[in-house]
């Protein structure tokens, strides 16, 4: 069952990402991408990480896709980028071996030959009977307290910063 | 396999109530809008004109399925199943009685929120899909004011996660069982009026309703975002916008008034009950009030609405960390 | 049990495709989704050995991820706007501002 449900989440999101590369229009690209993450959301409750599942879901899909569909839409830019595709052939031949090279190397690296270091205790009966929102949000505020907050300023670093260059005109 | 026989039913229960409800929730708020503006409402079609939905239902179906010539036709098709579904899916945790929920899941609050999210993407693809510009605008003024607004909407119930210590939409209803000096019930309504203001407010928003009808704003953008849908597609989108309408109401129930909690009556009555108060406070406001003009809703939303509702979450955590 | 490295090598796909798509694309929209993908699937492989490892370090770092990809975003696109506004383009090679 867990590999039927793997397979099928696995080869939607693998199929879409290809799809978004391979879409010509802007907006094919960006639903194959929500695709791709909700396949992606899939593994991550296969995975047992439930809350991870729900904020991605949430953080992806429901803000970051939405500002992407937002600005293709606003910048209107329906036939085909506005200017002829000049794909560049150097450019996808050195593009795509790289990505071959990449890929083979990846795999030679994470066969099933692989080695894992020693295990932590949050074993998945022990995330289960604490919950795994709880388990999460333990580490969370104790061991990362210090850089939770600092993402705070990253935040707030890119709400200025966006607004500064979004602005049409600075006073 | 009895579980999942078990579960199949209570699907297929809810998802059968939901629609009726739906069916009937047009009928009722045309009478409800009919009263209050001292007219009559569908009367011709049943007695009470209580056949209307039905009449309608047919109406629509038969109606000819037009497809701009223009369109974007894939996701012109796509656009009204996908407002759909995430509507009707926000019921699969939502507690109707004690033990009659779908599946309580240890995120659930967190799952509503994922999940109503989706239901912009219907709109902004119909808005785009159609090739209009009507329906573009409808498209952009939704995805602008949906964003803006679930910001406040996911605030706003933080105050409510504090207290129950949960994200699971079960334990926050039994985290608001029995009452304070033995009147007053322990909902949630009371420490956090201002979360629930703001969620009630938000939520309005998010529905696309009146007075924050902007998307669909007939008098300036003809039907905005599905101005060129026709029949059963154009159904689709009103059945989605009822059942948003009755998924919020229901998660206000949950989150604030203490879902099936009270007295006397089954546990699955009150429920209905205190979202059916919802959902006529929700004519109420479409019937009383005018649109807001775009600048003041963005202007609200941010300006008066996120403030009250961080002031909201650091109250709550102030008080909590004094008396608990 | 699904294992470990079948999650690892869906990962390395998709951010080859991701690569693929950086390399390839000359639309900024599509090259920032590509970035998406990319940061995506490192996160799949961060909760998966969160899982293998019985450890839930991975799980709070993949929140890590997801606020620098929003904040990415959040910049990224007023970028492309601004950008859009002087050149009327997204497409990259046609966007000549650091050559003087």
Redesign the interface.
């Given at each position: 069952m867990e590999w039927v449900l793997f397979l099928i989440f696995g080869l939607v999101a693998a199929a879409a990402a290809v799809g978004m590369v391979l879409q010509r229009s802007p907006i094919y690209s960006a639903l194959c991408l929500i695709l791709a993450l909700f396949a992606q959301g899939g593994l991550y409750i296969l995975l047992h990480a439930e809350l991870i599942a729900a904020v991605h879901i949430f953080v992806y899909a429901g803000a970051i896709m939405v500002l992407f569909l937002f600005v293709i839409m606003l910048l209107d830019l329906r036939p085909e980028d506005r200017s002829p595709v000049r794909t560049n052939p150097v450019g996808v031949s050195v593009g795509l071996i790289l990505a071959g090279l990449l890929l083979a190397e990846l795999a030679l690296g994470v066969g099933p030959h692989i080695a894992l270091g020693p295990r932590g205790v949050y074993d998945f009966e022990t995330v289960r009977a604490v919950g795994n929102t709880q388990a999460v949000g333990r580490i969370l505020f104790r061991e990362y307290l210090i850089p939770f907050e600092l993402t705070s300023v990253i935040l707030l670093a890119a709400m200025v910063g966006a607004m500064v260059l979004a602005k049409r005109k600075l006073e | 396999m009895d579980f999942l026989f078990a579960t199949i039913l209570k699907i297929a229960l809810v998802m059968g109530l939901v629609l009726l409800a739906v069916a009937y929730l047009t009928w009722l708020e045309r009478k409800v809008i009919g009263d209050i503006q001292v007219r009559y409402g569908p009367s011709r079609v049943g007695r009470f004109g209580l056949l209307q939905p039905i009449a309608d239902g047919i109406k629509l179906m038969f109606k000819e399925d037009i497809v701009p010539a223009n369109a974007?036709r894939l996701?012109f098709l796509l656009a009204p199943a996908i407002s759909i579904i995430p509507a009707l899916i926000v019921f699969a945790v939502i507690p109707f009685g004690p033990s009659f929920v779908i599946t309580d899941?240890?995120?659930g609050l967190?799952?509503v929120?994922?999940?109503t999210?989706?239901g912009?993407?219907g709109i902004?693809?119909a808005?785009?899909g159609s090739n209009s510009k009507y329906a573009?605008l409808g498209?952009?003024r939704s995805?602008?004011q949906?964003?803006s607004y679930?910001l406040s909407l996911g605030l706003s119930v933080i105050g409510v996660v504090m207290m129950a210590g949960?994200?699971s939409l079960v334990d926050i209803v039994e985290a608001q069982k029995g009452s304070w000096y033995g009147i007053l019930p322990r909902w949630n309504v009371i420490p956090q009026f201002l979360g629930f203001v703001i969620f009630l407010l938000s939520s309005n928003a998010e529905l696309n309703r009146a007075p924050f009808d902007l998307p669909e704003a007939e008098t300036e953008l003809v039907a905005g975002f599905h101005t060129e849908y026709s029949s059963m597609k154009f159904a689709m989108f009103f059945m989605a916008e009822y059942a948003n309408m009755i998924a919020a109401s229901a998660m206000a129930t949950t989150l604030f008034l203490g879902g099936w909690q009270g007295p006397l009556l089954p546990p699955v009555i009150w429920f209905l009950l205190k979202v059916f108060c919802f959902l006529f406070l929700f004519m109420w406001l479409r019937a009383t009030l005018p649109r807001f003009r775009y600048d003041q809703l963005m202007g609200f939303g941010w300006k008066v609405l996120l403030p009250a509702a961080l002031v909201n979450v650091m109250l709550t955590a102030a008080v909590l960390l004094i008396f608990a | 049990m699904v294992p470990l490295w079948a999650y690892l090598f869906l990962s390395a796909f998709l951010f080859a495709v991701g690569v693929v798509g950086v390399a390839t694309r000359r639309n900024a929209l599509v090259i920032f989704m590509s970035i998406e993908l990319m940061l995506n699937a490192v996160n799949l492989s961060f909760v998966a050995f969160a899982r293998f490892l019985h450890s839930l370090d991975g799980q709070v770092f993949v929140f890590f991820v997801m606020t620098v990809a929003a904040a990415e975003v959040a910049v990224g696109l007023a970028i492309i706007i601004a950008i859009f506004r002087n050149a009327e383009t997204v497409n990259v090679d046609e966007v000549h501002l650091l050559k003087g």
């Open positions: - | 974007d996701i899941v240890n995120v967190l799952y929120f994922a999940v999210s989706l912009v993407y902004v693809l808005g785009w573009l498209g952009l995805s602008a949906m964003v679930e949960s994200l | -």
